[in-house]
């Protein structure tokens, strides 16, 4: 199967290379890797363009943007353009993070997956983070959700539910998208991803209120946005950023923000969250 990575990029000289080293030495080489270098001020292009000469099926591609980091919006609209230049004749398409290891046979496994089942829409492994020495799992999220920083789609569900939402909760709607067009997701707890920068380093108050905004474009409902805002806000041992996630949520809803999904997805989607939390509560 062939494979195309889209890497989105803005300032990243400390860790692109070791990003590109663990892909370019993959069991299974990538078909295209694109990397979106987004105004970066620092030698990320330079480092890139290392990688460009030297090999053939890697390409950067620059991009003009705000340095601002909302998180979705610039790094969605940086992938898109990635995307421009992909061959069309891909079988997966990936969207990874700038600041990753990979193990040699990530793509390798990945593929296979894909392979063993014909409805598995999305697949990806775990992101481990360094602390004290060692890298353990950075647990922001379910173990049945896919991070945004390593996504792979097979082309037919990637296409279905529409791409990819420059918003905050991109990489949630794609997930209950795929389960609402009967796809599979896919996580294999054997793919362990060492993720040098920790999710969410620089993001400022406005981000965070931008969490309790998405989980209102998801179509959540009051109910579900509380409980999911104080999961979240106790895996990051920051009970007070509760507070932001819901008045994120209510300034959205006082400015009616347009849903990321439609009213019969919204549904699917409640009902869904509602049925994984009784699940849980009851086993």
């Given at each position: 199967?062939?494979?195309?990575?889209?890497?989105p990029?803005?300032?990243?000289?400390?860790?692109?290379?070791?990003?590109?080293?663990?892909?370019?030495?993959?069991?299974?080489?990538?078909?295209?890797?694109?990397?979106?270098?987004?105004?970066?001020?620092?030698q990320t292009?330079?480092?890139?363009?290392?990688?460009?000469?030297?090999?053939?099926y890697?390409?950067?591609?620059?991009?003009?943007?705000?340095?601002?980091?909302?998180?979705?919006?610039?790094?969605?609209?940086?992938?898109?353009?990635?995307?421009?230049?992909?061959?069309?004749?891909y079988d997966?398409?990936?969207?990874?993070d700038?600041d990753?290891?990979?193990?040699?046979?990530?793509f390798?496994?990945?593929?296979?997956?894909?392979k063993?089942?014909?409805?598995?829409?999305?697949?990806?492994?775990?992101?481990?983070?360094e602390?004290?020495?060692?890298?353990?799992?950075?647990?922001?999220?379910d173990?049945?959700?896919?991070?945004?920083?390593?996504?792979?789609?097979?082309?037919?569900?990637?296409?279905?539910?529409?791409?990819?939402?420059?918003?905050?909760?991109?990489d949630?709607?794609?997930?209950?998208?795929?389960q609402?067009?009967g796809?599979k997701?896919?996580?294999?707890?054997?793919?362990?991803?060492?993720?040098?920068?920790?999710?969410?380093?620089?993001?400022?108050?406005a981000?965070?209120?931008?969490?309790?905004e998405?989980?209102?474009?998801?179509?959540?409902?009051?109910?579900?946005?509380?409980?999911?805002s104080?999961?979240?806000?106790?895996?990051?041992?920051?009970p007070?950023?509760?507070?932001?996630?819901?008045?994120?949520?209510?300034?959205?809803?006082?400015?009616?923000?347009?849903?990321?999904?439609?009213?019969?997805?919204?549904?699917?989607?409640?009902?869904?969250?509602?049925?994984?939390m009784?699940a849980?509560?009851?086993?």
């Amino acid at each position: 199967m062939k494979y195309s990575i889209i890497i989105p990029t803005y300032n990243e000289e400390a860790f692109i290379r070791l990003t590109l080293d663990s892909l370019v030495n993959q069991t299974v080489t990538p078909t295209q890797i694109i990397v979106v270098n987004d105004n970066s001020t620092d030698q990320t292009g330079k480092i890139v363009d290392e990688f460009v000469a030297n090999y053939p099926y890697i390409s950067q591609v620059h991009k003009q943007s705000d340095a601002i980091h909302l998180p979705g919006s610039k790094v969605i609209q940086a992938f898109h353009e990635g995307e421009k230049y992909c061959i069309s004749d891909y079988d997966i398409l990936v969207k990874v993070d700038a600041d990753l290891i990979f193990p040699s046979n990530y793509f390798e496994k990945i593929i296979g997956h894909f392979k063993s089942d014909s409805t598995i829409g999305m697949a990806g492994g775990f992101c481990y983070i360094e602390k004290n020495g060692e890298w353990v799992l950075e647990n922001l999220t379910d173990k049945d959700h896919i991070r945004g920083a390593l996504k792979a789609y097979r082309k037919e569900a990637y296409f279905q539910i529409g791409g990819l939402r420059p918003h905050m909760g991109w990489d949630t709607v794609d997930e209950l998208l795929c389960q609402f067009y009967g796809w599979k997701i896919k996580t294999d707890p054997s793919l362990k991803v060492k993720h040098l920068k920790p999710t969410g380093a620089s993001y400022n108050q406005a981000a965070r209120y931008k969490q309790g905004e998405a989980f209102y474009t998801l179509g959540y409902g009051f109910w579900i946005t509380a409980i999911a805002s104080l999961k979240l806000a106790m895996r990051k041992k920051k009970p007070l950023l509760l507070l932001d996630y819901l008045n994120g949520f209510w300034k959205a809803k006082r400015e009616q923000k347009a849903l990321l999904v439609t009213p019969e997805q919204a549904r699917f989607i409640r009902n869904y969250r509602w049925q994984k939390m009784k699940a849980k509560l009851f086993s």
